[in-house]
């Protein structure tokens, strides 16, 4: 008797902490956290706070897409919801190879040069590093806006010509290696284990600002970034250019003049300017910066060289650093791009998908115990097949045998692992019997055309 009820309270006791444990990671996402439950003394102790909210992403994107159908929209378009989530996981696989290189610097200055002792179980000292932290992302933020090399990484968060949650997570692999330079002033005296906490927490926030589902938050709009706040910033239309930059507080927009609030006489155009039609997230990730080489190319002399990679996008030869407001487009209405695949396709790049995403996650489980060739050789298997199955969206017509060579490969991987995992023989029946779909059909086959989203 006494056993069972121990056995009772035992499992009464799990599920209490894995309804704690949900609780927690919920309220992470809306900056809701308790100091006490996160000071920590070392970096290295810092848990991934953002890898572990990425099941709450995507049910949080589940979730949207059916609040947006029973409001009558299009909700999450599958082609465009899948590359924001490939740009996700781009940007983990950068730092699954770095290893948490890029706060290095970090780290050194505050070693050598910190010019205060900042106790790190103190409470005081998570808020300024909350404060602190959101107080730098504006002026990097603004930055990726305001020079033209910086752009070229940070565009890629604006390629959606949709607005939901999953732009949220749609960024370079190299974002985090073009923006620590401007938190390096917080390193003279905030922790590293804090601004790296805090770090997280504010693009966790992040997240779920970017979505239409949400119409206002109230007096809230005062202080804190909003949906409503972000889709200004993302819009293309003239009116929406280079205001509200803010992380999560969007005071700091209203203090520098940056502000700009949402209006219901302009409706919003998503996406870049000069919109690049693909589903293809490598494409996707590059094509800007052979822009900027192009442009630094075509320039003669130092001066405009110089400024072809510092000043704005904008900027001409002739005109201030950031470009002349007369000639820049107003963006009014558009027509997205957008791919009719049949419903067998889909399903078909659905499921690869979730196999390249097990085995992202499997990546992350494990990585700190393998060699860094080895690390680098499955990254690439990730990033290939992200980009095929984009290029598969896009209907390519190198995709289908570009899919040949990828389900080939992994089929021939599946067998060569297949006694350390008792799923790698059924893995490895499915691409070849994938493989061989895409050999004995070309894309003739396929009726795929563009169609339009109202």
Not at 444 to 454: A, G, P, Q, T
């Given at each position: 008797m006494a056993a069972e009820v121990f056995a009772n309270a035992t499992v009464e006791n799990g599920v209490s902490d894995l309804f704690a444990g949900h609780m927690k990671a919920l309220g992470r996402m809306f900056y809701i956290i308790s100091p006490k439950e996160t000071m920590y003394e070392k970096q290295e102790d810092v848990?991934?706070?953002?890898?572990?909210?990425?099941?709450?992403?995507?049910?949080?994107?589940?979730?949207?897409?059916?609040?947006?159908?029973?409001?009558?929209?299009?909700?999450?378009?599958?082609?465009?919801?899948?590359?924001?989530?490939?740009?996700?996981?781009?940007?983990?696989?950068?730092?699954?190879?770095?290893?948490?290189?890029?706060?290095?610097?970090?780290?050194?200055?505050?070693?050598?040069?910190?010019?205060?002792?900042?106790?790190?179980?103190?409470?005081?000292?998570?808020?300024?590093?909350?404060?602190?932290?959101?107080?730098?992302?504006?002026?990097?933020?603004?930055?990726?806006?305001?020079?033209?090399?910086?752009?070229?990484?940070?565009?890629?968060?604006?390629?959606?010509?949709?607005?939901?949650?999953?732009?949220?997570?749609?960024?370079?692999?190299?974002?985090?290696?073009?923006?620590?330079?401007?938190?390096?002033?917080?390193?003279?005296?905030?922790?590293?284990?804090?601004?790296?906490?805090?770090?997280?927490?504010?693009?966790?926030?992040?997240?779920?600002?970017?979505?239409?589902?949400?119409?206002?938050?109230?007096?809230?709009?005062?202080?804190?970034?909003?949906?409503?706040?972000?889709?200004?910033?993302?819009?293309?239309?003239?009116?929406?250019?280079?205001?509200?930059?803010?992380?999560?507080?969007i005071i700091w927009d209203r203090i520098f003049g940056t502000f700009r609030p949402e209006t219901d006489k302009v409706e919003i155009v998503y996406g870049l300017i000069y919109n690049q039609p693909s589903f293809n997230p490598l494409y996707l990730q590059t094509f800007y910066t052979r822009y900027v080489i192009e442009k630094f190319r075509s320039l003669q002399s130092w001066e405009h060289k110089f400024k072809a990679v510092m000043w704005g996008p904008s900027w001409e030869p002739g005109t201030p650093r950031l470009g002349d407001e007369a000639k820049k487009v107003d963006i009014t209405q558009r027509e997205k791009y957008d791919v009719l695949l049949p419903s067998w396709c889909n399903a078909y790049l659905i499921v690869h998908y979730a196999f390249v995403l097990y085995g992202f996650f499997e990546l992350s489980s494990r990585y700190m115990g393998m060699t860094p060739i080895s690390v680098l050789i499955f990254v690439l298997y990730i990033i290939a097949s992200l980009t095929v199955i984009g290029m598969l969206f896009?209907?390519?017509?190198?995709?289908?045998?570009?899919?040949?060579?990828?389900?080939?490969?992994?089929?021939?991987?599946?067998?060569?692992?297949?006694?350390?995992?008792?799923?790698?023989?059924?893995?490895?029946?499915?691409?070849?019997?994938?493989?061989?779909?895409?050999?004995?059909?070309?894309?003739?086959?396929?009726?795929?055309?563009?169609?339009?989203?109202?």
């Open positions: 848990p991934n706070f953002f890898r572990q909210s990425y099941p709450y992403f995507l049910i949080f994107m589940v979730i949207e897409h059916i609040v947006l159908r029973l409001k009558g929209k299009h909700g999450i378009r599958l082609n465009d919801g899948i590359t924001s989530i490939s740009h996700g996981l781009f940007q983990e696989c950068g730092r699954l190879i770095w290893r948490g290189a890029e706060s290095y610097l970090y780290t050194w200055i505050y070693a050598h040069y910190r010019l205060i002792d900042l106790q790190w179980d103190n409470p005081l000292t998570w808020y300024a590093a909350a404060l602190g932290v959101d107080f730098c992302y504006y002026w990097m933020h603004r930055a990726c806006h305001e020079i033209h090399i910086l752009w070229a990484q940070h565009q890629v968060h604006h390629t959606s010509e949709d607005f939901n949650m999953g732009v949220g997570i749609r960024q370079s692999v190299l974002q985090g290696w073009c923006g620590f330079i401007f938190y390096l002033p917080l390193a003279l005296a905030i922790p590293p284990a804090q601004f790296v906490m805090h770090h997280q927490f504010s693009y966790i926030y992040m997240f779920w600002i970017h979505t239409e589902a949400i119409k206002s938050l109230g007096p809230l709009e005062y202080i804190l970034n909003t949906p409503s706040h972000h889709r200004v910033h993302h819009g293309s239309n003239k009116y929406c250019l280079d205001v509200n930059y803010g992380g999560v507080l896009d209907n390519s017509q190198y995709a289908p045998m570009l899919e040949v060579l990828r389900c080939s490969a992994l089929a021939f991987l599946a067998r060569s692992i297949s006694s350390t995992s008792p799923a790698m023989p059924v893995l490895q029946v499915v691409y070849v019997v994938s493989a061989m779909f895409w050999c004995l059909h070309t894309l003739k086959l396929l009726e795929i055309k563009k169609s339009k989203v109202e």
